[in-house]
């Protein structure tokens, strides 16, 4: 849902409107000021740091892709390498549910892979009506070349900072997808109860 006068964080593609505040934190003052009119300042601080992730979010998925996209990739089809990479062999409808994607979509990423020659369809042994992406040689051989290359790239942004500090943000952002998680989950026991009420 959106409010009158509040933008999608995520989209602006103007520079931020940084500033510090008196502990020394990062905070971007047009995003503070909207969350504020909406929810009021307590509540506002809490969920600045939403905003916050959702931009890093775009952030990384725009750095991965300018770095993949020098090899003919896109985000899409790198995500399909890596989790052949990781998982092995994998079911196109699993694939899709994993990437939150429809089926449609992924049966159109792995089509490229497949004539880039870094992909084949191979028999599902469990279903004879299904078929499983797996990764070639080549596809192996370029995952493991890109992923290298790309967790050098990465460490140059993250080289400098406090360790603790890194600790803490992975603790919580895997926190929050915790928390978000149960909330889905008790949202859809909710609505299955409701729904077999009527």
């Not at 905003?51 to 979010?57: E, F, H, P, Q, S």
């Amino acid at each position: 849902m959106k409010h009158d006068g509040m933008k999608d964080f995520t989209e602006r593609e103007a520079a931020p409107h940084i500033a510090v505040d008196a502990d020394g934190r990062l905070y971007d003052r047009h995003v503070r000021a909207q969350l504020e009119q909406l929810v009021g300042p307590d509540a506002a601080r809490r969920l600045e740091a939403f905003a916050a992730i959702r931009w890093l979010m775009r952030r990384s998925q725009h750095f991965m892709e300018s770095w993949v996209e020098q090899y003919g990739l896109s985000e899409g089809r790198m995500q399909i390498l890596l989790r052949l990479h990781h998982h092995g062999d994998q079911p196109l409808g699993a694939l899709a549910e994993e990437m939150h994607v429809s089926p449609r979509n992924v049966t159109g990423l792995v089509d490229n892979l497949e004539r880039d020659g870094l992909v084949t369809r191979v028999p599902d042994p469990e279903d004879r009506r299904s078929v499983r992406a797996h990764l070639s040689e080549q596809g192996a051989r370029l995952i493991q070349r890109i992923w290298k290359e790309f967790m050098q790239r990465s460490l140059v942004v993250v080289e400098d900072l406090p360790a603790e500090d890194l600790e803490r943000v992975r603790h919580t952002c895997l926190q929050l997808i915790c928390r978000i998680d149960a909330q889905l989950d008790q949202e859809e026991t909710t609505t299955l109860t409701t729904r077999s009420k009527r």
